[in-house]
């Protein structure tokens, strides 16, 4: 049964830091993306930032580009988002998900239940 397991949310004040993690299970991720979304209350869902697996391309959304690094330790099959500078508008439950290289960037195979980051004023 594939997993995957968010952990590292939190609160904390404007201009902090947090990092989160992404714990994948129950199959090989070699050929998948996997990506970080967030949806904030009343808000579409969003995407923040994508690594692929064996490569390690990163990509992100202009929103948190400069202050988020996506990362991945392929040894414990983990993806990590690592968080600097947060702003009050970076409210949200944030998601792992991931999908195939082989499908398109709409068809996410496999979601987390998503962690709480909320950042204060």
């Known amino acids: 049964q594939v997993q995957l397991a968010e952990s590292g949310g939190g609160l904390v004040q404007a201009g902090g830091s947090l990092r989160l993690s992404c714990a994948a299970s129950?199959?090989?991720?070699?050929?998948?993306?996997m990506v970080w979304f967030r949806q904030a209350p009343g808000k579409e869902r969003e995407f923040v930032a994508r690594?692929?697996?064996?490569?390690?391309?990163?990509y992100y959304a202009d929103s948190v580009k400069g202050r988020f690094t996506i990362s991945r330790d392929t040894a414990k099959n983990t993806v990590y988002l690592q968080m600097n500078s947060l702003k009050p508008e970076d409210t949200a439950v944030y998601y792992c998900?991931?999908?195939?290289?082989?499908?398109?960037?709409?068809?996410?195979?496999?979601w987390g239940q998503g962690t709480q980051v909320t950042v204060s004023s």
């Open positions: 998900a991931a999908r195939s290289i082989m499908k398109s960037p709409s068809e996410y195979e496999y």
């Open positions: 690594i692929t697996w064996s490569g390690g391309s990163t």
């Open positions: 129950g199959r090989t991720f070699s050929y998948y993306v």
